[in-house]
């Protein structure tokens, strides 16, 4: 439901739209949302990688393990707020969450890049890929550029898809 209201502020009026509604998601539930979001995810891809790692030698472990983690964090959180998703629409409620988490996520990949062993791990994983041997720093920090940016966008996409089905999960309260 919209109202329109109008407001006089010194001979100059001011139309308004405001959206009317029941308990509708808010910022502060959206921020709760990104942190559990995040913060499961982080735990779970922790667990997975340790599980992942011994089994195909750390080739695809890591990314294998973050589909896996965020997409079940991603269903989770879907599922616990999705009385207040429901309410919104699901596509605009589930975007924000979405492009939020993602972000989030990003940085702590940065984070994890930038200390010691995260940056050795990827620079030795290189090193088996591709045999890098006279690549400049430039190269080095485009590839992990091109790295993340493909992170993300798997991040994105999975989040999406586990936030939308984790709502439709849940029958909407009458």
Not at 5 to 13: A, G, H, I, M
Not at 37 to 53: E, P, S, T
Not at 65 to 83: K, M, Q
């Amino acid at each position: 439901m919209v109202l329109r209201k109008s407001y006089n502020l010194n001979e100059n009026t001011f139309e308004c739209l405001i959206l009317g509604g029941g308990d509708r998601l808010k910022f502060s539930n959206v921020i709760i949302a990104v942190a559990s979001l995040v913060l499961l995810g982080l735990i779970l891809d922790a667990f997975l990688m340790v599980g992942f790692i011994p089994m195909n030698n750390g080739s695809l472990s890591d990314i294998l393990s973050f589909i896996i983690a965020y997409l079940v964090s991603s269903l989770v959180v879907g599922y616990v707020f999705a009385p207040k998703i429901q309410e919104d629409s699901r596509i605009k409620a589930t975007g924000v969450i979405d492009v939020l988490s993602t972000f989030t996520s990003m940085l702590f990949y940065e984070v994890w890049i930038c200390i010691g062993y995260g940056s050795l791990w990827f620079q030795e994983s290189l090193n088996n890929m591709f045999k890098p041997s006279g690549w400049t720093t430039y190269e080095y920090a485009a590839y992990s550029a091109l790295d993340v940016s493909i992170v993300a966008i798997i991040a994105f996409v999975v989040f999406f898809i586990g936030l939308y089905a984790g709502s439709m999960l849940r029958k909407p309260s009458e």
